[in-house]
């Protein structure tokens, strides 16, 4: 399921909790949240993510067409979930770097989003 897909489910209360498996949930990980089309920051997808409660983890790139870092920035702090950002230095909506391909940064983002789910873990 994409970001958005799943932002989408968890922020409609209604079905959220009628469905059993949805209240398995802990958290969703959005990898490149698609936050308006490409270039257009008038037309903001931000919604599901202002109606949704559940923990989110954020893997975003910093050159992300689809995303842009400051516009993504004031929607979080609006937030009313608990959530944490990872940003991919250089990286585009794809996750791809504009240049200079670095394993090192996605073994890093990897396990960012392993420790935010073990501590997600921690409070059941």
């Keep these: 399921?994409?970001?958005?897909?799943?932002v989408m489910l968890t922020s409609d209360s209604k079905a959220f909790e009628s469905n059993p498996v949805c209240k398995k949930i802990m958290g969703i990980i959005c990898l490149s949240y698609p936050l308006h089309k490409p270039g257009n920051v008038s037309d903001l997808r931000e919604e599901p993510l202002k109606k949704c409660k559940l923990p989110i983890f954020f893997l975003s790139g910093t050159?992300?067409?689809?995303?842009?870092?400051?516009?993504?920035?004031?929607?979080?702090?609006?937030?009313?979930?608990?959530?944490?950002?990872?940003?991919?230095?250089?990286?585009?909506?794809?996750?791809?770097?504009?240049?200079?391909?670095?394993?090192?940064?996605?073994?890093?983002?990897?396990?960012?989003?392993?420790?935010?789910?073990?501590?997600?873990?921690?409070?059941?």
């Design 1 to 6: 399921m994409g970001a958005r897909a799943a």
């Design 63 to 124: 050159k992300d067409e689809m995303c842009e870092s400051n516009v993504f920035e004031n929607i979080l702090n609006s937030m009313k979930s608990p959530y944490k950002i990872h940003w991919l230095d250089g990286c585009t909506h794809s996750a791809k770097p504009v240049s200079n391909y670095q394993e090192d940064m996605y073994c890093a983002a990897f396990k960012d989003i392993l420790d935010w789910c073990l501590s997600l873990c921690k409070n059941v």
